[in-house]
């Protein structure tokens, strides 16, 4: 079932003493170059440096005092790691990570900095699956997924919800895809709060589930995943794929080359730090602005946390 | 003579249509870090990214149409040739500007893409200053001056105005040392529209001629300036030294080492790009923070152009 335009409202009133309301950032420069009026929701800025901590906090928030007490667990390498981990502390709850133990000892620091609990797998789906089912029985903890989770997904539209109270007027909103969580909560927020508004995705090429998912009506996979937008390697989930399905106008795909550029013009230019998967939302519009031109656009900048050490340009 | 408040005033207003109000931020990482509540005015998301922006603007916007008619000149390498290029590109003027045959490619590139018309010198100070005479002849136009100009001085006042506008309350601001131009025109806006705040700079120990000039009693020189601040190898002039000598209250030297960590901080952090030189400001604060306990800190985060493929870290 399809979430109702009450229950975006009230994720919005839930999140709203845990989270940043992001600002809306704008460049003369880039509405030049697009030929559109182009205005970037900053959830780089968010806490934790992304829009999961949104997810994550209205998900918790959802909880009973029972399961609080015996805290959550999700298994991710990424930010939704950190973001459960942030959040579960915000609220006194306790958060069990399971990470590949093959991931980069930053991100592993960046957790434990959250005081998430980390427990490491083998770094294949069904270890580090079998390995969240374990700790559920052993302590309880309810298992919150990083993008195919009903209160995840609300809580995620609470940015494009935002971004629409101050911009009501907006012709489109770009988001990335990866799993489909953030893609899915601002096609619900663009359905219920725009005004003839289109949620469009980004994805890269070489991870184009999602757009071959949306064709085929079936969730799709993918066989490779060289991109290095590496928040967007996992494919959608059967809460968020009939969401998508029903609100997400189209997507478009891009290339390797065009990620980099976009993300290195809004480094150069906006003078603000995003992470690869957030230029693809980017780039996809410059790939196709012709088809924009003269539009208001928003573009969801899903996150900043990006290793300085390990630039693409 | 001293500018006087009427002055910063009138400014204010001047500049404003062609400069952005910059925003405000904050990082609660960054406030418990230092035990105190920190505000950065960020110039780094300035038009071409720096708060020289306001001081070319004020300076061009108080020619007489004669002298607007027959243009202006500069020598710079840096912030100030993009910013006199781009304000006098917005006004309608033509911009010569002097910049070393050894300058960056990429440094040329960007002043001929704000209009600049650029003559190479050699690169020491006499065949700069030979150079930019020999334009003031043959074209006419009015010399300015990066930062020992008045009317530029009193544009980069208007950042601090902005940021005591919003934030009345400071009790210091915290601005980089280099030509002092910056530091000169927040110190007078610190001392008319400040509530007992404080102006205090950051300057690099390699390139530490203000704080002596500011002991000795006279402008001081470097003889070497090993830093990676590059936008604060200069030293003071006769026009902003009385200023600085009579409204700032400290300057707080930092190392090598320390600008670097301090601006990897905000990168990492805040999300934000800023350069090494406006890092200096906010080293400062870092090594002194004991001192700052509780206070409520301004910070001028001056700029954000820097070499994507030269990071010092």
């Known amino acids: ?22 600002p809306v950032l704008k460049s003369s420069f880039i509405n030049e170059l697009v030929g559109a009026e182009v205005f970037f929701k900053c959830e780089n800025f968010q806490k934790m440096g992304a829009f999961k901590m949104r997810g994550a906090t209205n998900a918790i928030l959802q909880l009973s ?7 959550v667990v ?8 950190q973001a459960l981990s942030l959040a579960a502390k915000n609220l006194d709850v306790k958060a069990y990570i399971v990470m590949p133990e093959n991931a980069p000892q930053v991100k592993k620091e960046a957790v434990k900095g959250y005081g998430g609990i980390i427990t490491e797998s083998e770094s294949t789906p069904i270890a580090r699956e079998t390995e969240a089912e374990r700790i559920q029985k052993e302590t309880g903890a ?18 494009a919800s935002e971004l629409l109270q101050s911009h009501p007027d907006l012709d489109c909103i770009f988001t990335p895809v990866g799993g489909g969580g953030l893609i899915a909560g601002t096609s619900l927020a663009v359905n219920y709060f725009g ?25 799709e996979f993918n066989e490779t995943t060289n991109t ?15 969401i998508i399905q029903e609100f997400v106008s189209e997507i478009i ?21 995003i992470e690869p998967s957030s230029a693809v939302a980017f780039a996809a519009l410059l790939r196709e602005k012709d088809r924009f031109k003269n539009k208001k656009v928003g573009i969801i900048i899903s996150g900043g946390n990006v290793d300085l050490k390990n630039l693409p340009f």
């Open 65 to 71: 005092e029972t399961q609080k007490k015996a805290g």
């Open 228 to 242: 290095i937008a590496d928040g967007l390697k996992t494919f959608l989930g059967d809460i968020n794929f009939p």
């Open 1 to 22: 079932m399809i979430p109702t335009k009450q229950e975006v409202v009230e994720a919005c009133d839930r999140v709203k003493p845990y989270v940043h309301n992001t």
């Open 142 to 159: 309810t298992f919150i997924h990083p993008s195919n989770n009903r209160n995840v997904i609300l809580g995620n539209a609470t940015s």
């Open 74 to 81: 999700t298994h991710s390498s990424g930010n939704f790691a």
């Open 195 to 219: 005004n003839n508004c289109k949620t469009i995705g980004g994805e890269p090429f070489e991870v184009d589930d999602a757009f071959r998912s949306l064709q085929s009506g079936k969730i």
């Open 253 to 273: 795909r891009v290339e390797e080359a065009e990620i980099i550029s976009a993300m290195k013009l809004i480094w150069e230019r906006m003078k603000i730090i």
